[in-house]
């Protein structure tokens, strides 16, 4: 299919930012550039910032960037850590994202760390900005202030 504006008016409504969030990944894995686009906001204001490459904005030029990436095949990804902070219509997730690699000296190990937004239209939950940049060679926990309690 070829047009993913079809492929969306025939998709279930994705009902939470973490099922969209779920649906991209699993499109990765199965190197499926329709459902990849398919949990994208129909708006040409949709913005895509993989690791070391230029912003890309619109729904044609988002596809290209993932058409790009997929044309070697699936991607294999998981996701090692998940801090969300959400409202009624706006979910925003920071990820690692562990993607493994063959390559000449054998299987390789790479940490991501991104930043999706979510939105909350009227076709359900749809992923508005995907910005992503090189992690660590290993993982690491995140850095941040301790919590305090009020009392």
Not at 110 to 125: C, D, E, H, K
């Amino acid at each position: 299919m070829n047009d993913p504006r079809a492929l969306k008016a025939t998709q279930a409504l994705l009902t939470s930012a973490d099922e969209t969030e779920a649906s991209f990944y699993d499109a990765l894995r199965h190197g499926d550039l329709d459902k990849v686009m398919a949990v994208w906001a129909d708006d040409e204001e949709i913005a895509c910032v993989p690791p070391s490459a230029p912003r890309t904005v619109g729904t044609v030029a988002v596809r290209a960037a993932f058409e790009a990436l997929l044309a070697s095949g699936p991607v294999h990804i998981s996701i090692e850590h998940v801090r969300r902070m959400e409202t009624a219509v706006c979910a925003i997730h920071h990820v690692t994202e562990r993607v493994q690699v063959m390559t000449p000296e054998g299987l390789q190990t790479a940490f991501v760390i991104a930043t999706n937004v979510y939105l909350r239209t009227a076709q359900g939950w749809r992923m508005v900005a995907h910005h992503a940049s090189a992690g660590m060679p290993q993982d690491i926990p995140d850095i941040s202030e301790p919590r305090s309690t009020l009392h």
